[in-house]
């Protein structure tokens, strides 16, 4: 795949959310995106994906990107046999258009969001790489929460997970992109 940041949306709104970093991410900063997910067993579907949807290099590149990480329990989620028939070759573009709804360009932390959140009055709709729009919003306790164009709602719960080439944000459901 060509490299991701030629497909964003021009103006596209990098996001984070206001939340504790998960203490496994300790060395974060050293380590990009690809590696820091590598280095945490919660993740090892995620990095299968992204290994099967030939992405590694891309989100192991300079960035900045802000990923929205699904968790192995994320994925698990899914409907039985979903994630291995996307693991499979045949279905590499559909894999590929999935991670990269979890994927915006640039990176904002955990502040920052939540600022754009209450400066659209509640929320924030936010362009993803693959082109398909999430939007973000935010609880009085302070909960953030990531709507996907299918209609899913996934709960972020860890932030600000400091990378090389940009955040992670841990989430506990997959983005599916229509």
């Known amino acids: ?6 497909l964003f949306v021009a103006g596209a709104t990098a996001v984070a959310i206001t939340f504790s ?9 050293s380590k990009n995106i690809v590696e820091t997910a590598v280095g945490n067993n919660d993740f090892a579907t995620l990095v ?10 891309t989100l192991a590149s300079d960035g900045p ?16 046999g979903t994630v291995e028939t996307l693991l499979k070759p045949e279905n590499k573009a559909t894999l590929q258009k999935i ?8 990176n904002v932390d955990a502040a920052t969001l939540v600022g754009l959140i ?8 936010i362009s993803t790489a693959s082109g398909d729009t999430i939007t973000a919003r935010v609880t009085k306790g302070g909960h953030v929460y990531i709507f996907d164009e299918s209609g899913g709602v996934s709960n972020v719960i860890a932030a600000d997970v400091k990378t090389s080439n940009g955040v992670i944000h841990v989430i506990d459901k997959v983005l599916l992109p229509k």
Do not use: C, Q, R, W
């Open 99 to 106: 991670l990269t709804a979890h994927v915006v360009a640039g």
């Open 1 to 6: 795949m060509a490299n991701i940041k030629s």
């Open 21 to 29: 970093s998960a203490a496994a991410f300790a060395d974060g900063h």
């Open 118 to 125: 209450k400066k659209g009055h509640g929320y924030k709709n």
């Open 48 to 57: 299968a994906a992204v290994k099967a949807a030939g992405l590694v290099d």
């Open 65 to 80: 990107f802000t990923v929205f990480a699904p968790t192995n329990e994320a994925f698990a989620k899914l409907p039985a």
